[in-house]
């Protein structure tokens, strides 16, 4: 119906008369027919009414309005001029019944063209809403026009924008809303308030719509708002309510094409009616919503298939379906949509399709929603006792008058299979119903009840515009009866073929009229793309393998490659052979990859996805659509073949697979992206093959944040294609400026128990679901947490993941599909950090097995330190009170659990957990979620039952509400989950589950605690270093002013262990408190070792115990030293005394005599006095000791328990001709090793005396160190031998003896041996002591210095100056080397540690990196020698020559040492100046030692020598003592800057007390131990852990192996070796052949970790292939046959391998496989 122009000039004019009829839609006036006569032509009024209701009767007030406005032409009507104008309505006449009166007509409007003003026009007819109120036989009404504003009534066409501003959407009209926005995570995604406004309706309505609730339409404002602000006085239809129709109509018109898409899906899935033709009241022209019905797929039965039980299934839109339209023609007083819902619902199961005015707000006047086309299908199930209709139908109602809507009409009869016309109106304009181009059958409905029902003008309509008698409906009083005959005539209509049609083809008859949604440039490019893909696809086998080659069976065929190198099954003798021989095969499919060019098909689709946002978008979904459409065309062939042979299990295997290949969908190109990408990848880096894919991840990274579901793992395959999932992350982070934070949501469960239904209707995605097949492998989707909720939820997506169903029909036939689905259960448990694990509660047979899958990934999980969260969905629940009933059940799931958990344990080497709850956060009650059935009845009729929206719904509120409030989600980004799946994926490809998984990111965790860890450690061990020796130098100086030494030094010894246990107790303390914080921190990383805190925890303790005994052992070490001294003291305090004494009395003697003596005379005297004292003393004599006869008592006392034989030896043994030769090895002193030597099958005697011969030499030269170190200490600090060195030298001697399991006669050799060395070096320093100490030399070098003293003190000659400089000289410079000495070495180990390159001395793994690769850089044969043969010593002089190394460039140790001189004599200063100035010379001195007795060591001899006749005034000597020290500062400053170069700082670090590579080695060195297999050192920090591991193994060839009976080098690497069914044997297993797959149960303290690549161990793989002959020759056997993969690796690969091991820690990944095979022979 189309609007004229307006009228130039404005004269005529229109009356708008406003009212409501008394039915349930408001009806167009009839024409009306002015009296006759008078030469008055009888002519007609067009009126045109705006409905605003609903379609249900209605009984309102009436008023009529007047007003100005253009309207439809119509033939004049006459007019009466006589009576003039008047502002009102009115109705001439009476009646019995009715009074006249004014009416109010509510919202509906008619228009009268021709009027003049002020003038009253008369009618005969009466419209149908006043004919009550008027007489009958007066049938007249009149009309006044007055002056208007021809403008005034443009409010129609502006209700559009006006609604949409009300409703806060004006803003998004014209498709703004995506459904992105609409499923970002937000405040309002769990809220349970109703709308509180206006502008919450629309959100409230889409969240409800997204989760398939079906009260989404049942909705109103919980506060009153008024929508609509007239200036009508006499309007009262303010409401704050809305229909909901006008709710829909504004979303659409809001919503982009996809959101349509969307909400369309949801409706249908609820049985709403969905809209066809959406009108738009601004623009008057109506839009075929084809794009937003495209993606519906429907499947129904009808009756004709019922026998076969076989079913129909397709897209809507696609299906030739009869349509029946409802419409009405002006009054009806019958209730039409409630009549629809009626007809498409069975008695006991009805369902509001359609909207009506009983509905919540249904009779609230529509705003913009008339002309609303709306459609739904009624499909049958193929049961004659449920189906209305045995055919399936399209049912389609138009909404408002369709005399209003000659378009909607037009397009209605050409579409229609029937038109059913509902009037009451049977006298008024019912010209529509004659559309010539009508192909529909007409049918008139009409009620019986109403009151302007007349028979008689039925019959008149009904011929007038032939209309069929049969097709005449008359409703009469029972309703049931009036649906039963609509629904005959329907079902009689249905099954004529002429009448069906496809809703696709309805856009060739909607156009030009009616606008098309798919008619936008966007749609039409991107169906243009897909169609130049699938426009080609003929046989999609065929396709596939022509333009998708490159992911189909080379692909399996590489996946099957890479599980083989992972298990290694029946490989031949050399595995590492046979690893390459897989490596070939590999590069030659990749080689085969790359030799196929880019497929047409991929190019295409390669441009489609670059397209813009929208058309890509489109490109896509059409894409979808298309190659569904093959899909299920081939799925229904092969299903009819299915019912042939199910029980041919060949057969169904067959079928399976060609189910597999003739399914096409956009996960397969992505998938040829992926391999494009994968092949392209294996090409060097700045090849051009290369550089032109590098822009594919981006665009599936956009598919992802577009919504997409992308494909994580192939599930075709069953493998994860690592390098294009890494990049398209890896590119997402960079889109999102690296706020990629996720949290991993998944579900678990049987397949077909609607786990995918489940996550769509919980955050309303678009997981595919019944489109041909369950879905395969694993999904992920990316959900958008708001910027409001990202603080709380701490991610910035939700990434949801969709895996394949347990149980899988296809793949029951195999033999792994349990394996398969362990799998896939461990991978995405590992992945995520809430876990729903899906339940049929009518299937326990099912829900055991699931369990059983997942409580062992549940407790690997928990090795890891990971507890997810875990939620059980029992899906099908009964009834509401299935929470309470199932109680009893529950109970008895938690025992299942319980019961599994310990079995897996047992399985899994895990006993210690029992309980489910220990490897999961699982409360019964609280996470259990019982969930009704999906559907409301019999599909595909059946809405989604409302119970199960809102169950779904309180799981989602849960789901948020426990992240909110959880601090263990450890909130990784998308790359951090990257390396997460790539080591999670590694894991479950080694064998059969039994193993333990330590991911990437446990790896940088527990580096990271490592680090921290070790400062801690580092710094209690400094701590307690330097108290060592304070505590040390206070031993030196006890006596030194005190006299009663012997007694007061044990009582001092034991307080100070007492003072050594608290002080070590306060440092634990402080470690362990750093550790508590450490785990309290809310960090992803702290969750990841939470396992390893009781570790640390006893490394602390150990550390604790490990610095008491060794700090107690050098406490009485000094002690005992110092009492030994003790007696050479004495002698020289009595030497000191009587010469003192004796010159006092000289000189007492001399002075008294009153003579001036000349100093001859003095000097004279002195020396009578002095030939004295020596003929006195020479009877002095120190002791002298027999250090052989020491030694061979406590080397005896040693040996004791021995036995005879030892002793008999020792009877024979002469120390002094022990130890000076070589020691040599014989072979009747020892036993197999039992480490050191390691696991031995036909060892060879040669080589075994070369092996406990280099452990003799090693031990040699512990103890040679050990002895230097002494005799150092000796001479430093004069001191005489002590017994206390023989006993640390054996005692270092059983140490390094405890690991190796030999004889008690090798054992007293090698002793005796060390002891004889021992014994010479010692009984020659003693000797020295006693000759340096002797006291007639003393006297005879002290004469000089006593005679000075003499003179100047007879002279009273003023000594400040002269003592000065001799206090400097003989006490306070050497004080100060000796502590510079002292503390030097921990300021260098300090420096190394924490300056420049510290983070070499970091961790265990940083250093390691650091010395293989200075290892590989020098390329020295007897290095790599010493390192695997001797690891412990080469590490030690390694860090060594680094510490010379680094303290020889520039000044670094000149500044250590003048930091530390710097230091202490700020220190002395300090001192000096703190003293009182008051007191004598002979008091400031032994104050000041005592001030500083713990820091400094003022030599005894030298200060005795000071104090002797000191004649000084203390004020003037201490002037005299800084300006000394001060000069001393600059000469030894001076002469640290001269002592340069490396020869001389070796000589210093020497003869450092504390040695810095020591040091540094006791916390890099660890707990010392070897793989039992291939000899490297284990990396876990601490001296004890529970296990051992090593991220570097390497070949067997290392630690000696060899094959019998070949004797050539074994290049197996144990990595391989305990993934592949390989045996060993040795003499832990009794020499029996043992699996090493079962390597734990012989070796259950080490954890090797299974490594199938071929990189892994590249770096030892290149350093045997360049020094095999040399190994060889060492280890005296035949070299290893080299695999050629390995003679083209280069130095460059090993540093790479080394870098990438070593920095990835590969270490954490450990395996425990279990299966048995072939043989192995070791060396």
């Given at each position: 119906?189309?609007?004229?122009?307006?009228?130039?000039?404005?004269?005529?004019?229109?009356?708008?008369?406003?009212?409501?009829?008394?039915?349930?839609?408001?009806?167009?006036?009839?024409?009306?027919?002015?009296?006759?006569?008078?030469?008055?032509?009888?002519?007609?009024?067009?009126?045109?009414?705006?409905?605003?209701?609903?379609?249900?009767?209605?009984?309102?007030?009436?008023?009529?309005?007047?007003?100005?406005?253009?309207?439809?032409?119509?033939?004049?009507?006459?007019?009466?001029?006589?009576?003039?104008?008047?502002?009102?309505?009115?109705?001439?006449?009476?009646?019995?019944?009715?009074?006249?009166?004014?009416?109010?007509?509510?919202?509906?409007?008619?228009?009268?063209?021709?009027?003049?003003?002020?003038?009253?026009?008369?009618?005969?007819?009466?419209?149908?809403?006043?004919?009550?109120?008027?007489?009958?036989?007066?049938?007249?009404?009149?009309?006044?026009?007055?002056?208007?504003?021809?403008?005034?009534?443009?409010?129609?066409?502006?209700?559009?924008?006006?609604?949409?501003?009300?409703?806060?959407?004006?803003?998004?009209?014209?498709?703004?809303?995506?459904?992105?926005?609409?499923?970002?995570?937000?405040?309002?995604?769990?809220?349970?308030?109703?709308?509180?406004?206006?502008?919450?309706?629309?959100?409230?309505?889409?969240?409800?719509?997204?989760?398939?609730?079906?009260?989404?339409?049942?909705?109103?404002?919980?506060?009153?708002?008024?929508?609509?602000?007239?200036?009508?006085?006499?309007?009262?239809?303010?409401?704050?309510?809305?229909?909901?129709?006008?709710?829909?109509?504004?979303?659409?018109?809001?919503?982009?094409?996809?959101?349509?898409?969307?909400?369309?899906?949801?409706?249908?899935?609820?049985?709403?009616?969905?809209?066809?033709?959406?009108?738009?009241?601004?623009?008057?022209?109506?839009?075929?919503?084809?794009?937003?019905?495209?993606?519906?797929?429907?499947?129904?039965?009808?009756?004709?298939?019922?026998?076969?039980?076989?079913?129909?299934?397709?897209?809507?839109?696609?299906?030739?379906?009869?349509?029946?339209?409802?419409?009405?023609?002006?009054?009806?007083?019958?209730?039409?949509?409630?009549?629809?819902?009626?007809?498409?619902?069975?008695?006991?199961?009805?369902?509001?399709?359609?909207?009506?005015?009983?509905?919540?707000?249904?009779?609230?006047?529509?705003?913009?929603?008339?002309?609303?086309?709306?459609?739904?299908?009624?499909?049958?199930?193929?049961?004659?006792?449920?189906?209305?209709?045995?055919?399936?139908?399209?049912?389609?109602?138009?909404?408002?008058?369709?005399?209003?809507?000659?378009?909607?009409?037009?397009?209605?009869?050409?579409?229609?299979?029937?038109?059913?016309?509902?009037?009451?109106?049977?006298?008024?304009?019912?010209?529509?119903?004659?559309?010539?181009?009508?192909?529909?059958?007409?049918?008139?409905?009409?009620?019986?009840?109403?009151?302007?029902?007349?028979?008689?003008?039925?019959?008149?309509?009904?011929?007038?515009?032939?209309?069929?008698?049969?097709?005449?409906?008359?409703?009469?009083?029972?309703?049931?009866?009036?649906?039963?005959?609509?629904?005959?005539?329907?079902?009689?209509?249905?099954?004529?073929?002429?009448?069906?049609?496809?809703?696709?083809?309805?856009?060739?008859?909607?156009?030009?009229?009616?606008?098309?949604?798919?008619?936008?440039?966007?749609?039409?490019?991107?169906?243009?793309?897909?169609?130049?893909?699938?426009?080609?696809?003929?046989?999609?086998?065929?396709?596939?393998?022509?333009?998708?080659?490159?992911?189909?069976?080379?692909?399996k065929q590489i996946s099957k490659i890479e599980n083989q190198n992972c298990r290694m099954r029946n490989a031949n003798k050399d595995i590492e052979i046979h690893k390459g021989s897989l490596?070939?095969?590999?590069?030659?499919?990749?080689?085969?990859?790359?030799?196929?060019?880019?497929?047409?098909?991929?190019?295409?689709?390669?441009?489609?996805?670059?397209?813009?946002?929208?058309?890509?978008?489109?490109?896509?979904?059409?894409?979808?659509?298309?190659?569904?459409?093959?899909?299920?065309?081939?799925?229904?062939?092969?299903?009819?073949?299915?019912?042939?042979?199910?029980?041919?299990?060949?057969?169904?295997?067959?079928?399976?697979?060609?189910?597999?290949?003739?399914?096409?969908?956009?996960?397969?190109?992505?998938?040829?992206?992926?391999?494009?990408?994968?092949?392209?990848?294996?090409?060097?880096?700045?090849?051009?093959?290369?550089?032109?894919?590098?822009?594919?991840?981006?665009?599936?990274?956009?598919?992802?944040?577009?919504?997409?579901?992308?494909?994580?793992?192939?599930?075709?395959?069953?493998?994860?294609?690592?390098?294009?999932?890494?990049?398209?992350?890896?590119?997402?982070?960079?889109?999102?400026?690296?706020?990629?934070?996720?949290?991993?949501?998944?579900?678990?469960?049987?397949?077909?128990?609607?786990?995918?239904?489940?996550?769509?209707?919980?955050?309303?995605?678009?997981?595919?679901?019944?489109?041909?097949?369950?879905?395969?492998?694993?999904?992920?989707?990316?959900?958008?947490?708001?910027?409001?909720?990202?603080?709380?939820?701490?991610?910035?997506?939700?990434?949801?993941?969709?895996?394949?169903?347990?149980?899988?029909?296809?793949?029951?036939?195999?033999?792994?599909?349990?394996?398969?689905?362990?799998?896939?259960?461990?991978?995405?448990?590992?992945?995520?950090?809430?876990?729903?694990?899906?339940?049929?509660?009518?299937?326990?047979?099912?829900?055991?097995?699931?369990?059983?899958?997942?409580?062992?990934?549940?407790?690997?999980?928990?090795?890891?330190?990971?507890?997810?969260?875990?939620?059980?969905?029992?899906?099908?629940?009964?009834?509401?009170?299935?929470?309470?009933?199932?109680?009893?059940?529950?109970?008895?799931?938690?025992?299942?659990?319980?019961?599994?958990?310990?079995?897996?344990?047992?399985?899994?080497?895990?006993?210690?957990?029992?309980?489910?709850?220990?490897?999961?956060?699982?409360?019964?009650?609280?996470?259990?979620?019982?969930?009704?059935?999906?559907?409301?009845?019999?599909?595909?009729?059946?809405?989604?039952?409302?119970?199960?929206?809102?169950?779904?719904?309180?799981?989602?509120?849960?789901?948020?509400?426990?992240?909110?409030?959880?601090?263990?989600?450890?909130?990784?980004?998308?790359?951090?989950?990257?390396?997460?799946?790539?080591?999670?994926?590694?894991?479950?490809?080694?064998?059969?589950?039994?193993?333990?998984?330590?991911?990437?990111?446990?790896?940088?965790?527990?580096?990271?605690?490592?680090?921290?860890?070790?400062?801690?450690?580092?710094?209690?061990?400094?701590?307690?270093?330097?108290?060592?020796?304070?505590?040390?130098?206070?031993?030196?100086?006890?006596?030194?002013?005190?006299?009663?030494?012997?007694?007061?030094?044990?009582?001092?010894?034991?307080?100070?262990?007492?003072?050594?246990?608290?002080?070590?107790?306060?440092?634990?303390?402080?470690?362990?408190?750093?550790?508590?914080?450490?785990?309290?921190?809310?960090?992803?990383?702290?969750?990841?070792?939470?396992?390893?805190?009781?570790?640390?925890?006893?490394?602390?303790?150990?550390?604790?115990?490990?610095?008491?005994?060794?700090?107690?052992?050098?406490?009485?070490?000094?002690?005992?030293?110092?009492?030994?001294?003790?007696?050479?003291?004495?002698?020289?305090?009595?030497?000191?005394?009587?010469?003192?004494?004796?010159?006092l009395e000289l000189l007492k003697k001399c002075r008294q005599r009153n003579a001036d003596l000349s100093e001859d005379g003095l000097t004279t005297e002195f020396q009578k006095m002095w030939?004295?004292?020596?003929?006195?003393?020479?009877?002095?004599?120190?002791?002298?000791?027999?250090?052989?006869?020491?030694?061979?008592?406590?080397?005896?006392?040693?040996?004791?328990?021995?036995?005879?034989?030892?002793?008999?030896?020792?009877?024979?043994?002469?120390?002094?001709?022990?130890?000076?030769?070589?020691?040599?090895?014989?072979?009747?002193?020892?036993?197999?090793?039992?480490?050191?030597?390691?696991?031995?099958?036909?060892?060879?005697?040669?080589?075994?005396?070369?092996?406990?011969?280099?452990?003799?030499?090693?031990?040699?030269?512990?103890?040679?160190?050990?002895?230097?170190?002494?005799?150092?200490?000796?001479?430093?600090?004069?001191?005489?031998?002590?017994?206390?060195?023989?006993?640390?030298?054996?005692?270092?001697?059983?140490?390094?003896?405890?690991?190796?399991?030999?004889?008690?006669?090798?054992?007293?050799?090698?002793?005796?041996?060390?002891?004889?060395?021992?014994?010479?070096?010692?009984?020659?320093?003693?000797?020295?002591?006693?000759?340096?100490?002797?006291?007639?030399?003393?006297?005879?070098?002290?004469?000089?210095?006593?005679?000075?003293?003499?003179?100047?003190?007879?002279?009273?000659?003023?000594?400040?100056?002269?003592?000065?400089?001799?206090?400097?000289?003989?006490?306070?410079?050497?004080?100060?080397?000796?502590?510079?000495?002292?503390?030097?070495?921990?300021?260098?180990?300090?420096?190394?540690?924490?300056?420049?390159?510290?983070?070499?001395?970091?961790?265990?793994?940083?250093?390691?990196?650091?010395?293989?690769?200075?290892?590989?850089?020098?390329?020295?044969?007897?290095?790599?020698?010493?390192?695997?043969?001797?690891?412990?010593?080469?590490?030690?002089?390694?860090?060594?020559?680094?510490?010379?190394?680094?303290?020889?460039?520039?000044?670094?140790?000149?500044?250590?040492?003048?930091?530390?001189?710097?230091?202490?004599?700020?220190?002395?200063?300090?001192?000096?100046?703190?003293?009182?100035?008051?007191?004598?010379?002979?008091?400031?001195?032994?104050?000041?030692?005592?001030?500083?007795?713990?820091?400094?060591?003022?030599?005894?001899?030298?200060?005795?020598?000071?104090?002797?006749?000191?004649?000084?005034?203390?004020?003037?000597?201490?002037?005299?003592?800084?300006?000394?020290?001060?000069?001393?500062?600059?000469?030894?400053?001076?002469?640290?800057?001269?002592?340069?170069?490396?020869?001389?700082?070796?000589?210093?670090?020497?003869?450092?007390?504390?040695?810095?590579?020591?040091?540094?080695?006791?916390?890099?060195?660890?707990?010392?131990?070897?793989?039992?297999?291939?000899?490297?050192?284990?990396?876990?920090?601490?001296?004890?852990?529970?296990?051992?591991?090593?991220?570097?193994?390497?070949?067997?060839?290392?630690?000696?192996?060899?094959?019998?009976?070949?004797?050539?080098?074994?290049?197996?690497?144990?990595?391989?070796?305990?993934?592949?069914?390989?045996?060993?044997?040795?003499?832990?297993?009794?020499?029996?052949?043992?699996?090493?797959?079962?390597?734990?149960?012989?070796?259950?303290?080490?954890?090797?970790?299974?490594?199938?690549?071929?990189?892994?161990?590249?770096?030892?793989?290149?350093?045997?292939?360049?020094?095999?002959?040399?190994?060889?020759?060492?280890?005296?056997?035949?070299?290893?046959?080299?695999?050629?993969?390995?003679?083209?690796?280069?130095?460059?690969?090993?540093?790479?391998?080394?870098?990438?091991?070593?920095?990835?820690?590969?270490?954490?990944?450990?395996?425990?496989?279990?299966?048995?095979?072939?043989?192995?022979?070791?060396?």
């Open positions: 119906m189309s609007f004229p122009e307006e009228q130039p000039g404005g004269t005529d004019e229109q009356t708008w008369i406003k009212g409501a009829p008394d039915s349930e839609e408001l009806i167009h006036p009839e024409a009306m027919s002015l009296p006759s006569g008078g030469g008055v032509q009888e002519s007609a009024a067009c009126f045109q009414l705006r409905e605003e209701q609903t379609d249900e009767p209605e009984k309102t007030e009436r008023n009529v309005k007047k007003r100005t406005d253009s309207g439809l032409s119509s033939e004049s009507i006459e007019r009466d001029e006589s009576i003039g104008s008047r502002p009102n309505f009115t109705g001439e006449g009476s009646s019995e019944e009715t009074e006249l009166k004014s009416i109010s007509t509510g919202s509906c409007s008619a228009v009268i063209t021709g009027l003049k003003p002020v003038t009253e026009f008369t009618y005969r007819n009466i419209h149908p809403c006043l004919r009550h109120y008027v007489s009958s036989a007066h049938p007249l009404c009149s009309c006044y026009t007055i002056l208007e504003s021809p403008h005034r009534g443009r409010h129609v066409a502006q209700d559009l924008p006006k609604l949409l501003s009300t409703l806060g959407l004006g803003d998004l009209h014209g498709g703004k809303l995506t459904l992105g926005s609409v499923l970002e995570i937000n405040s309002n995604t769990v809220s349970d308030k109703p709308a509180q406004s206006l502008e919450q309706l629309p959100w409230t309505f889409l969240r409800k719509l997204m989760m398939s609730n079906l009260n989404a339409r049942n909705m109103k404002c919980a506060t009153d708002q008024t929508m609509y602000n007239y200036s009508f006085t006499d309007a009262n239809d303010d409401s704050d309510a809305l229909n909901p129709l006008d709710l829909i109509t504004a979303l659409f018109h809001c919503s982009d094409p996809f959101l349509q898409q969307e909400m369309v899906s949801k409706m249908s899935m609820c049985q709403f009616a969905v809209p066809l033709l959406l009108p738009n009241c601004d623009t008057k022209q109506s839009i075929l919503m084809l794009w937003a019905l495209r993606d519906l797929v429907k499947r129904f039965r009808p009756h004709s298939l019922a026998g076969d039980k076989t079913f129909e299934e397709g897209r809507i839109v696609e299906m030739e379906v009869p349509m029946v339209s409802f419409v009405r023609l002006g009054e009806s007083s019958l209730p039409k949509s409630q009549t629809l819902n009626k007809l498409l619902s069975i008695p006991h199961q009805h369902n509001d399709t359609f909207i009506h005015r009983d509905m919540k707000c249904g009779d609230v006047p529509r705003r913009i929603s008339d002309g609303l086309v709306e459609i739904s299908w009624y499909l049958p199930c193929g049961s004659t006792n449920i189906d209305m209709f045995t055919q399936p139908v399209a049912i389609a109602n138009l909404r408002g008058d369709g005399r209003l809507f000659q378009t909607q009409m037009s397009f209605l009869y050409k579409t229609s299979a029937a038109v059913f016309i509902f009037t009451d109106d049977l006298e008024g304009d019912l010209s529509t119903l004659n559309n010539r181009e009508s192909i529909a059958e007409l049918f008139l409905v009409t009620n019986s009840q109403s009151k302007t029902f007349n028979m008689e003008t039925l019959r008149d309509t009904c011929m007038k515009h032939q209309v069929k008698e049969t097709n005449v409906i008359i409703k009469k009083n029972n309703d049931a009866e009036f649906v039963r005959t609509l629904r005959s005539h329907v079902s009689g209509l249905i099954g004529k073929d002429e009448y069906k049609t496809k809703v696709e083809d309805m856009a060739a008859v909607a156009r030009p009229d009616i606008l098309v949604d798919e008619d936008c440039t966007e749609c039409i490019n991107g169906r243009r793309s897909a169609e130049g893909i699938t426009g080609n696809i003929k046989d999609v086998v065929k396709f596939k393998e022509d333009q998708l080659s490159l992911h189909g069976e080379i692909w490596n070939t095969e590999k590069e030659t499919l990749r080689l085969k990859q790359r030799q196929k060019a880019f497929s047409d098909a991929m190019t295409k689709f390669t441009a489609g996805i670059s397209e813009s946002g929208t058309q890509r978008l489109y490109f896509l979904k059409w894409l979808k659509i298309q190659l569904d459409t093959l899909s299920r065309h081939n799925l229904f062939t092969l299903r009819e073949q299915y019912k042939d042979c199910c029980r041919n299990k060949k057969l169904i295997a067959h079928l399976d697979e060609q189910i597999s290949n003739c399914s096409l969908g956009p996960e397969h190109f992505f998938r040829e992206l992926g391999q494009i990408y994968e092949c392209a990848c294996s090409l060097p880096e700045n090849n051009p093959a290369r550089q032109q894919v590098q822009h594919l991840p981006s665009l599936c990274a956009q598919m992802l944040l577009d919504g997409f579901p992308v494909e994580l793992v192939d599930g075709d395959a069953s493998n994860i294609p690592m390098k294009w999932i890494e990049e398209v992350l890896t590119q997402l982070h960079q889109m999102v400026d690296t706020k990629s934070k996720i949290l991993v949501l998944t579900v678990l469960g049987v397949q077909s128990t609607g786990k995918s239904t489940l996550l769509n209707t919980m955050f309303g995605v678009q997981f595919a679901v019944s489109n041909g097949r369950c879905t395969r492998g694993a999904f992920m989707l990316l959900i958008k947490v708001s910027e409001e909720l990202r603080s709380e939820l701490k991610c910035d997506f939700i990434m949801v993941i969709d895996t394949e169903g347990f149980k899988s029909p296809e793949l029951a036939t195999l033999d792994t599909s349990y394996e398969h689905d362990n799998e896939l259960a461990t991978l995405v448990i590992g992945l995520s950090d809430i876990t729903i694990i899906n339940i049929a509660m009518e299937n326990s047979t099912e829900m055991k097995d699931i369990l059983q899958i997942v409580v062992h990934a549940f407790l690997r999980m928990k090795e890891v330190g990971k507890k997810p969260r875990c939620l059980f969905v029992h899906q099908n629940a009964s009834d509401m009170s299935a929470h309470d009933s199932n109680m009893r059940d529950r109970k008895k799931l938690v025992e299942q659990l319980d019961e599994m958990t310990g079995m897996a344990s047992i399985m899994e080497r895990r006993e210690a957990n029992t309980k489910f709850t220990d490897v999961m956060d699982y409360d019964p009650d609280k996470d259990s979620y019982y969930i009704p059935v999906l559907w409301h009845g019999t599909p595909p009729m059946a809405p989604v039952n409302v119970g199960y929206s809102e169950a779904v719904y309180e799981l989602k509120k849960t789901l948020i509400a426990s992240i909110q409030t959880s601090d263990n989600i450890r909130n990784n980004n998308v790359t951090e989950f990257f390396k997460q799946t790539q080591d999670l994926w590694n894991a479950v490809k080694f064998e059969n589950f039994i193993f333990n998984i330590k991911n990437c990111l446990v790896a940088d965790a527990y580096t990271d605690l490592c680090t921290q860890y070790n400062i801690w450690e580092w710094s209690f061990q400094s701590e307690m270093d330097n108290w060592l020796i304070n505590r040390q130098t206070l031993i030196s100086n006890f006596g030194a002013t005190e006299k009663n030494v012997q007694n007061d030094l044990r009582t001092w010894l034991k307080d100070r262990k007492h003072e050594a246990s608290e002080q070590l107790h306060k440092e634990e303390q402080k470690i362990l408190s750093n550790l508590d914080e450490y785990f309290l921190k809310k960090d992803s990383k702290v969750s990841l070792v939470e396992k390893y805190k009781q570790d640390f925890r006893t490394r602390t303790n150990s550390l604790r115990q490990q610095l008491e005994n060794s700090i107690n052992f050098s406490l009485e070490k000094a002690v005992e030293i110092r009492e030994g001294m003790e007696k050479v003291n004495k002698i020289k305090d009595r030497q000191t005394d009587t010469i003192e004494k004796k010159v030939r004295g004292i020596t003929s006195e003393l020479s009877t002095v004599t120190l002791p002298e000791i027999d250090v052989y006869d020491n030694v061979h008592h406590l080397l005896r006392s040693n040996l004791y328990s021995k036995g005879g034989l030892v002793s008999e030896m020792l009877n024979t043994v002469d120390l002094r001709s022990s130890g000076q030769d070589t020691f040599n090895v014989k072979t009747d002193w020892f036993s197999y090793g039992k480490r050191s030597v390691g696991a031995v099958s036909n060892f060879s005697k040669n080589h075994l005396i070369t092996k406990i011969q280099e452990i003799c030499d090693n031990i040699i030269k512990h103890c040679d160190s050990l002895i230097s170190d002494d005799i150092s200490v000796m001479e430093r600090n004069n001191t005489d031998y002590h017994e206390m060195y023989i006993r640390d030298l054996l005692k270092a001697v059983d140490d390094q003896l405890k690991d190796h399991q030999i004889n008690d006669k090798y054992e007293a050799s090698l002793k005796v041996h060390v002891c004889g060395r021992a014994a010479m070096l010692f009984q020659a320093k003693h000797e020295e002591f006693n000759a340096r100490n002797d006291p007639q030399k003393r006297l005879l070098k002290s004469r000089s210095i006593f005679l000075e003293n003499f003179l100047e003190s007879f002279r009273e000659k003023d000594q400040c100056q002269k003592r000065a400089e001799q206090f400097t000289e003989t006490c306070v410079k050497p004080a100060v080397e000796h502590y510079v000495s002292k503390h030097l070495g921990q300021a260098i180990a300090d420096h190394m540690k924490m300056g420049d390159g510290g983070v070499t001395y970091s961790t265990r793994t940083h250093f390691l990196y650091t010395l293989l690769k200075q290892l590989l850089e020098e390329d020295s044969f007897q290095k790599y020698k010493e390192y695997t043969t001797s690891y412990g010593i080469f590490v030690k002089n390694w860090i060594n020559e680094q510490i010379i190394k680094k303290m020889s460039s520039g000044e670094q140790m000149q500044e250590l040492e003048r930091k530390l001189l710097h230091e202490i004599l700020k220190k002395i200063t300090a001192t000096i100046t703190s003293i009182s100035k008051d007191m004598d010379i002979k008091e400031f001195i032994p104050q000041f030692c005592s001030d500083l007795k713990d820091q400094l060591v003022l030599p005894r001899d030298a200060l005795n020598k000071f104090l002797f006749l000191i004649n000084a005034k203390t004020d003037q000597f201490v002037i005299n003592l800084i300006e000394f020290i001060l000069e001393m500062e600059s000469h030894l400053a001076q002469g640290y800057a001269n002592k340069t170069g490396i020869s001389h700082i070796t000589e210093i670090i020497t003869h450092l007390p504390s040695k810095p590579h020591e040091l540094l080695f006791s916390g890099l060195f660890g707990c010392g131990e070897q793989c039992p297999f291939c000899g490297t050192p284990c990396e876990a920090g601490g001296v004890k852990h529970e296990t051992h591991f090593s991220s570097m193994h390497r070949s067997e060839a290392f630690a000696m192996y060899r094959w019998n009976p070949s004797k050539k080098l074994v290049i197996d690497i144990c990595t391989t070796l305990v993934i592949s069914d390989k045996t060993f044997k040795n003499s832990k297993t009794n020499y029996e052949w043992h699996p090493f797959m079962k390597y734990r149960e012989i070796h259950p303290d080490w954890e090797i970790t299974g490594d199938q690549s071929m990189q892994a161990s590249d770096y030892w793989k290149y350093v045997l292939m360049k020094f095999n002959n040399e190994f060889a020759k060492a280890y005296r056997t035949l070299p290893a046959d080299i695999p050629e993969a390995w003679k083209t690796l280069t130095a460059e690969d090993a540093l790479r391998s080394l870098r990438e091991q070593i920095y990835k820690t590969n270490k954490s990944l450990v395996l425990r496989p279990q299966t048995t095979g072939n043989w192995c022979c070791l060396l």
